[in-house]
C-alpha cells in the first residue's frame, strides 16, 4: 500500500515537474501570454467549450496562447493549479472547494453546466439495487463529483457502498464503459457517450444523477493571482472560452464536427451525444447565487465537513457578468 502510494506521488510530481519546464522553454518563444489548462481527458463534453474555443480561433483572436492538458486527474489537477503549474483547472467540484477550505486562494470564475450528466449502468443479469449486493462497480476518480454522487444515489436505494459491494477506481468514462462492455465489471458510473453505446448494447440503467441538485462538473476554477494581477490576460481567456460555449449551444453540425476529432466518434453519435448533452449546460457561464448555495451545501457534505462558507469565498462571476454586458 505505502508502496504504491509513493510510486503515485512519484508520478504526480514528475508530471507537474515536466508540464513546468516545458512551459518555461517555450513561453518565450512566443509574445501570446501562455495559459496552460489541466483537464481530465479529451474525450469528454465538459472540455468542448475549451477545445471549440481553440478549434475556432476564438483564443488566438484574444491574443493568448492556450494550451491544454490532458489526462490530469482530479487531486493532482488541483495541486498543478496551487503550485502555479497551470492557470487554469476544469475541477470545479468538491477537490477544489476543499483546497480553498484549507487556504488555498482559488476561486471558480465560470460554469458549464447546472446538472451532472452521469449515470449509473449494469450487466444484463443486475436489473434492481438489491441485485448490487457482492458486485463490482466502477468509479471514476477517489472524491469526484461522480464518485460523490454515484455513494449518494447508492444510499438512496438503501445499499451501503462500503459493505454491499466493491467500488473499483478505473479513470474515464471511455475506460469505463470498455470495462462494462468486456464485464470486467457488474456496473459502472457512465458518461456521455458512454450511456449511450451501453443503452444501444442493452445494458440497463440503474439510475441517472441528473436529479442531484447542486453537482458541478465542468467550468474554470483558478488563482485569486491571476484574476487580479493578470485580469486582462483573464478577462480576454473567459472571453474566448464564453464563445467556445455559446458555439457549443447554439451550433450542433459545428460542435459535432469537433466532437469527432476530440471525442473520437462517429460522426452520426457525435450528434446523438450532443443532443443528450446540451440540456446540461448553462447559456453564460454563470449560476444564480440560491444556485451556488445549492451547490456549496452538495459540496460541503460530500467532503463530509460542517463547516460553512460564504458564496464568495468560493465563486468569483464579477467578469462574466462584465462580459455578459458588453
Not at 468514462?173 to 449511450?196: E, F, H, Q, W, Y
Not at 444523477?209 to 476554477?221: H, N, P, Q
Not at 474566448?240 to 447554439?250: E, S, Y
Amino acid at each position: 500500500m505505502f508502496s504504491s502510494k509513493l510510486h503515485f506521488w512519484i508520478g504526480t510530481f514528475t508530471f507537474i515537474l515536466a508540464v513546468h519546464l516545458t512551459a518555461l522553454s517555450t513561453e518565450g518563444q512566443d509574445s501570446r501570454p501562455v495559459i496552460r489548462i489541466s483537464i481530465p481527458g479529451l474525450g469528454s463534453t465538459y472540455t468542448m467549450p475549451f477545445q471549440i474555443a481553440q478549434e475556432q480561433g476564438f483564443y488566438l483572436e484574444e491574443g493568448v496562447d492556450v494550451r491544454i492538458l490532458g489526462g490530469v486527474r482530479t487531486a493532482p489537477s488541483i495541486q498543478m493549479l496551487v503550485g502555479g503549474n497551470v492557470e487554469v483547472s476544469q475541477t470545479v467540484g468538491t477537490t477544489t472547494l476543499a483546497a480553498i477550505l484549507q487556504g488555498a486562494p482559488l476561486k471558480v470564475v465560470m460554469v458549464f453546466n447546472d446538472k451532472p450528466s452521469y449515470w449509473l449502468y449494469s450487466k444484463k443479469s443486475i436489473r434492481s439495487f438489491a441485485d448490487l449486493k457482492g458486485a463490482k462497480v466502477a468509479s471514476i476518480t477517489p472524491g469526484s463529483t461522480g464518485d460523490r454522487l454515484l455513494k449518494i444515489v447508492l444510499e438512496k436505494n438503501g445499499v451501503n457502498w462500503k459493505k454491499d459491494l466493491q467500488i473499483i477506481y478505473i479513470g474515464t468514462s471511455d475506460v469505463l464503459i470498455k470495462s462494462l462492455l468486456s464485464s470486467s465489471v457488474d456496473a459502472a458510473v457512465l458518461s456521455l457517450p458512454g450511456n449511450l453505446i451501453a443503452k444501444d448494447a442493452g445494458f440497463p440503467e440503474l439510475a441517472s444523477f441528473a436529479s442531484e441538485v447542486g453537482a458541478l462538473t465542468g467550468g474554470v476554477a483558478t488563482s485569486e493571482p491571476f484574476i487580479t494581477k493578470r485580469s486582462d490576460v483573464a478577462v480576454r481567456f473567459l472571453r474566448a472560452t464564453l464563445k467556445g460555449l455559446k458555439f457549443f449551444k447554439n451550433n450542433r453540425e459545428g460542435s459535432a464536427k469537433i466532437m469527432v476529432k476530440f471525442m473520437n466518434l462517429p460522426y452520426k453519435t457525435a450528434l446523438r451525444t450532443y443532443d443528450a448533452t446540451i440540456p446540461f449546460f448553462v447559456w453564460d457561464g454563470v449560476i444564480s447565487e440560491d444556485f451556488q448555495d445549492k451547490v456549496l451545501d452538495f459540496q460541503l457534505k460530500a467532503i463530509g465537513t460542517d463547516k460553512k462558507v460564504s458564496r464568495d469565498k468560493v465563486f468569483d462571476f464579477s467578469i462574466m457578468k462584465s462580459l455578459a454586458t458588453n
